[in-house]
């Protein structure tokens, strides 16, 4: 096993090495964050470009260039002087396959409420209750996002909305852990910014793709592409960088994107001849 490992995490850092640069990033959601050097700007993008980082991604590109053109690319600052109804009003005709103007409206207006309660996104986590769970070094994370989470709904006046998945229903809730990748880490890839949470304690953003990645490098044998496989899987990534779980997500979900990287390679990571 030792053996396996050491093969294993030497081919995933050659990846990271070649591979872990903004060159490689288009096309992705997390290229809109590159705009913004300002923090307190790039947190909220960062959290608009995950929420609307579904379907295919032409499409959301092009959704989250309509929204940030609609908030005159300064979000904060729109969110900051805009009432409400004004908000409402600018996204009236905003249409994302399920997210309509009025339920993105009111996404953004509970976002506005968290600013001005908090001061920043970040202020926002890290004024959630830890937890005493037991998912280890997860079970903060999950904590502070389950809270965040239903604080913003409870601020915007939703119930619920595909737009912020919320991780007591148990689902591997992706984008979120995307948006704190992108917020936490700090690479030529990840702009960073956020200390409240440590890379140590992500979570991998589980999606269709990077669980069939996992499933064929070992890491997984589960059935289901939810929070509980999301926590194995983020282990098994422990294991090979117990301060940085997260480390090798941008690259492996370049298989089957870059031309050079198809997944039919990824058996070979994990031979050991």
Not at 77 to 105: C, V
Not at 235 to 262: C, N
């Amino acid at each position: 096993m030792q053996n396996r490992h050491s093969h294993l995490t030497k081919a995933l850092e050659a990846l990271y090495a070649k591979f872990n640069r903004r060159e490689f990033v288009h096309p992705d959601p997390l290229e809109f964050l590159y705009d913004f050097p300002d923090k307190a700007e790039r947190e909220v993008v960062g959290l608009i470009c995950a929420a609307l980082a579904y379907g295919r991604v032409e499409q959301i590109l092009k959704s989250i260039s309509i929204c940030l053109k609609k908030m005159e690319m300064k979000p904060r600052a729109f969110l900051e002087t805009h009432s409400p109804n004004q908000i409402k009003a600018a996204f009236s005709d905003f249409g994302y396959r399920f997210t309509k103007g009025a339920e993105m409206a009111a996404f953004l207006t509970g976002l506005k409420a968290i600013l001005e309660r908090y001061g920043s996104i970040e202020a926002a986590f890290a004024s959630a209750p830890d937890s005493s769970g037991t998912n280890g070094p997860a079970s903060n994370t999950i904590q502070k996002l389950s809270w965040f989470v239903t604080k913003v709904l409870e601020l915007s006046g939703l119930e619920k909305s595909y737009l912020l998945p919320h991780p007591q229903k148990k689902s591997a809730c992706k984008r979120l852990f995307l948006y704190l990748r992108w917020m936490v880490r700090s690479d030529d890839v990840d702009p960073g910014g956020w200390t409240c949470i440590l890379p140590k304690d992500l979570i991998i953003p589980l999606d269709t793709h990077m669980f069939n990645i996992s499933k064929q490098l070992g890491l997984t044998t589960r059935k289901q592409a939810n929070l509980k496989t999301a926590l194995e899987i983020t282990e098994a990534f422990r294991q090979l960088s117990p301060d940085d779980p997260v480390k090798y997500d941008f690259v492996l979900t370049r298989f089957g994107i870059r031309r050079e990287l198809s997944r039919n390679n990824i058996p070979g990571l994990i031979s050991t001849n």
